[in-house]
């Protein structure tokens, strides 16, 4: 099955995340205080600085070295000194509990959807409502539907949402994500 994702924008980058796991798992690691495409679009400066994305190359080169590819202009992310350590450390886990086979995360052993929110909970940099909107995009975008995905993905895995990355599929259902975020936003500081 051929994968098409629309999460930055960019064809390349939005190519380089329909093909590699790694990719869309450092994606939605950087998902955090920065707009949607921007964080997702930092696997792809990676790529680029590295020539290519590896994990077991991430998880070898020296940390320092490689936060200084992260902050290099135009940096990964809005904190990329803190995010290349992240990234770093993500890299070396699934080299050390999944022999770098970031996939396996959600396929080996044939896990369910719980199974697999609480392999990606474990991951560095990943809490559960990181964990819950990454299952949901693997169940609505990349077609990895474990028995039980939606339930483990809580509001996230609702069909027809516009919760979160795991919904946006174009720029007008960018737009929508936005302002459901916006209106969230809103009504917690009323509360």
């Not at 895995?157 to 929508?176: C, K, N, P, T």
Request: hydrophobic share 45%.
């Amino acid at each position: 099955m051929t994968v098409t994702l629309n999460l930055v924008g960019d064809k390349e980058a939005d190519e380089l995340l329909a093909a590699d796991p790694l990719a869309l798992l450092i994606g939605m690691l950087l998902d955090q205080q920065i707009p949607m495409e921007v964080a997702f679009l930092g696997p792809k400066k990676i790529a680029d600085r590295m020539g290519g994305l590896d994990v077991h190359r991430i998880a070898e080169t020296d940390e320092d070295k490689f936060v200084a590819l992260c902050t290099t202009p135009p940096a990964v992310h809005r904190f990329p000194g803190s995010m290349g350590k992240r990234i770093h450390a993500l890299s070396q886990y699934i080299v050390e509990h999944y022999d770098g086979n970031t996939a396996a995360i959600w396929t080996e052993g044939d896990p369910d959807g719980r199974e697999v929110l609480r392999r990606l909970k474990a991951l560095p940099g990943y809490g559960d409502q990181k964990a819950r909107i990454f299952l949901a995009l693997l169940g609505k975008q990349i077609g990895v539907q474990p028995t039980g995905w939606r339930a483990a993905a809580g509001a996230y895995g609702d069909e027809g949402s516009s919760r979160s990355i795991a919904d946006v599929v174009d720029a007008e259902s960018l737009l929508q994500v936005r302002a459901f975020k916006k209106e969230a936003k809103a009504a917690a500081k009323k509360a």
